[in-house]
C-alpha cells in the first residue's frame, strides 16, 4: 500500500457506513437483506462514477481502493444486521 487515503480497507468512513447500514435496518426490517446490500452497492457505484466528475481537478469523492469499498459494504451490511435487533420505525410514503 501506497499509504494514500482511501487505500486501507478501514477508515473514519467505515463507521459512517456502519451507521447508514443501520439506518437502512431502521427502516428495511425484516426480509429486506437483499435490497438493503443493493442500495448499499448501488451508492458505492454512484461513488465510484462521481469520483470521475471532476471539480478543480479533485473528483466529487476521493479515491478508495477495491477492498476499502468491499469493507464499506461489509460495514454497511453489519449496522444493518445490528439494527435488526432494533424495532422498526414506521415509513409513511406520500
Known amino acids: 500500500m501506497s499509504g494514500k487515503p ?24 425484516g426480509s429486506w437483506a ?8 448501488v451508492y458505492e457505484a454512484l461513488e465510484g462514477v462521481l469520483r470521475r466528475v471532476k471539480r478543480r481537478g479533485k473528483g466529487i469523492f476521493e479515491y478508495e ?19 435488526q435487533g432494533l424495532p422498526a420505525v414506521p415509513v409513511a410514503w406520500p
Request: aromatic residues 14%.
Open 6 to 29: 482511501g487505500e486501507p480497507p478501514l477508515d473514519p468512513w467505515s463507521f459512517v457506513h456502519l451507521g447508514s447500514g443501520g439506518a437502512l435496518g431502521l427502516v428495511l426490517h
Open 34 to 41: 437483499l435490497l438493503a446490500l443493493a442500495l448499499l452497492v
Open 65 to 83: 481502493s477495491w477492498s476499502n469499498i468491499a469493507y464499506d459494504v461489509l460495514f454497511g451490511m453489519m449496522g444493518w444486521l445490528f439494527a
